[in-house]
């Protein structure tokens, strides 16, 4: 029943811009801070950006700074990464996580993640 979907990803040349989505289904996303994370294979998986419930306090990680925005929409229980400059060292697999509370899918509150949506920048 709970649900956490990106989309968005795909290929674009160095300097070029995404948007990517993460809608959840199942759950209000309301009470939730909603977090970026990417993964490059064959290495950690790592923060990007999260959007406490307010959608005004937020935080990006150094390197994306100026060029990532992160934002929600509550009614449409989604939130967006909007990558604008991007860079090589920007490809990588992007997800989305939530912290369900408990009682949700489980007893103790639960780390979900969404399927992940793959950005290449490459020229």
């Known amino acids: 029943q709970v649900q956490l979907v990106e989309s968005g990803g795909g290929l674009v040349q160095p300097g070029g811009s995404l948007r990517l989505s993460c809608t959840l289904s199942?759950?209000?996303?309301?009470?939730?801070?909603m977090r970026w994370y990417r993964e490059i294979p064959g290495h950690e998986r790592e923060f990007v950006a999260y959007?406490?419930?307010?959608?005004?306090?937020?935080n990006v990680r150094n390197s994306a700074k100026g060029r990532f925005t992160i934002s929600r929409d509550n009614a449409k229980n989604t939130a967006y990464l909007q990558m604008d400059n991007l860079k090589p060292e920007d490809t990588a697999m992007y997800y989305c996580?939530?912290?369900?509370?408990?009682?949700?899918?489980?007893?103790?509150?639960?780390?979900?993640w969404g399927q992940g949506t793959q950005v290449t920048v490459s020229s």
């Open positions: 199942g759950f209000n996303i309301s009470s939730l801070i």
């Open positions: 996580k939530v912290i369900l509370p408990r009682g949700v899918i489980s007893e103790y509150a639960t780390d979900y």
């Open positions: 959007i406490k419930p307010d959608g005004i306090s937020s």
